[in-house]
């Protein structure tokens, strides 16, 4: 007695082909955002397994390719959601959002910005669940780690700005964290500045948190370049603000209440700097004379600030490029890799020159109560 082979799976053909179960369902129904040498791929490979392949001159097919083709929907999602009257992201995060909407526009694709902010492990996991779209765009995953890597073979594509670490098993596109960290850092230590403060916005530590963050990549780079001059590394106030402005100011206040003598700041963003700058001003310190301060992303203040700002240059416009293009080829089966983007250290005035060297600048001691 004879007995006919069973019909192939989906999982069949994609293990076959190489490419996830997805990828083979939107083949199979001519998702318009699969490159057609991958549809020609895995339909051949399909029909060789044996699977019923839709017959393209069947009403309900004809119907379908009469249909306006719709790109594949992306989305970007700002994880954890801010506090109520917040903004939408930082300053750096709107030029990264810019950055990607530069991309889909040079690909002719919509995308759309979610209003639902994953905040654990658990709401990541029932977001991709819920939600419609084809591929996602995260802005950071260091306290989404773990269900990132989770999701790395999941049916829905996505890429992360964020950090590389070794057990990471998605995408991720980033800056160099701790070389631009570390050549701040050294900037300040040419021009003979002797006690060097690191000044950031921290996130709340979960229990989800990885110990890789772009933060601690900076502030690891920031102390690596001080070893090597010798100089002390511990002169570190990170403070989880809402925003960088007030993280920069709680910081800095606290190294002034505290007494702590530093001639020079490295502040893990622009808004950090600005925050910590405001404050030097306000206990009449003078930058860069007393003390020098330098940021990070060289946002659009950066060169309006007095004194205007040095910083280090993320290029936001070459990001969005590298997430969009990622994700539409992680859209159409292909295998894509985590890429780490060159930085520029930018100077201006608020870093000054040798000439402008201080003697090293005496805190107020803090006073007893």
């Not at 699977?51 to 001159?57: H, I, M, Q, V």
């Not at 998605?170 to 050294?186: I, K, L, M």
């Not at 910590?276 to 310190?285: K, N």
């Amino acid at each position: 007695m004879s007995h006919s082979r069973p019909k192939p799976k989906l999982s069949d053909i994609a293990a076959v082909a190489g490419v996830s179960v997805a990828t083979v369902s939107r083949v199979l129904s001519d998702h318009p955002a699969i490159l057609p040498a991958t549809k020609a791929h895995v339909r051949a490979l399909a029909q060789e397994l044996g699977y019923p392949l839709p017959d393209p001159a069947s009403p309900r097919q004809k119907a379908r390719a009469r249909r306006p083709k719709k790109p594949g929907t992306i989305c970007a999602v700002m994880p954890v959601a801010l506090p109520s009257g917040s903004r939408l992201a930082n300053a750096f995060e709107m030029d990264l959002l810019g950055g990607v909407g530069a991309a889909m526009r040079d690909h002719r694709l919509d995308f759309s910005v979610s209003a639902k902010a994953p905040y654990d492990n658990s709401s990541l996991t029932r977001f991709m669940e819920q939600h419609p779209y084809d591929g996602v765009i995260f802005f950071g995953q260091s306290q989404f780690h773990e269900g990132l890597n989770a999701l790395a073979d999941g049916p829905r594509p996505f890429v992360v700005w964020g950090v590389e670490t070794q057990d990471q098993r998605y995408c991720s596109v980033g800056s160099d964290n701790f070389a631009c960290g570390h050549r701040a850092t050294q900037h300040l230590v040419s021009l003979g500045r002797k006690r060097i403060a690191f000044v950031g916005q921290s996130a709340p530590i979960t229990t989800a948190q990885t110990s890789q963050s772009q933060l601690s990549e900076r502030l690891a780079g920031f102390r690596s370049a001080l070893a090597a001059a010798g100089l002390p590394t511990d002169i570190t106030a990170m403070r989880p603000a809402g925003s960088g402005l007030e993280a920069g100011e709680q910081g800095l206040r606290a190294l002034l209440d505290k007494g702590i003598a530093f001639d020079a700041v490295v502040a893990s963003s622009d808004l950090v700097a600005l925050g910590a700058i405001r404050v030097l001003r306000s206990e009449g310190l003078r930058v860069p004379e007393d003390v020098a301060v330098v940021g990070y992303d060289d946002s659009a203040f950066a060169r309006l600030m007095q004194p205007q700002l040095t910083t280090m240059r993320q290029d936001p416009i070459l990001a969005g490029h590298l997430l969009v293009t990622k994700l539409l080829r992680a859209m159409a089966g292909y295998e894509v890799k985590s890429e780490r983007l060159p930085t520029e250290l930018v100077i201006r005035e608020s870093c000054g020159s040798h000439r402008d060297l201080p003697a090293i600048h005496k805190a107020k001691p803090m006073i007893a109560t």
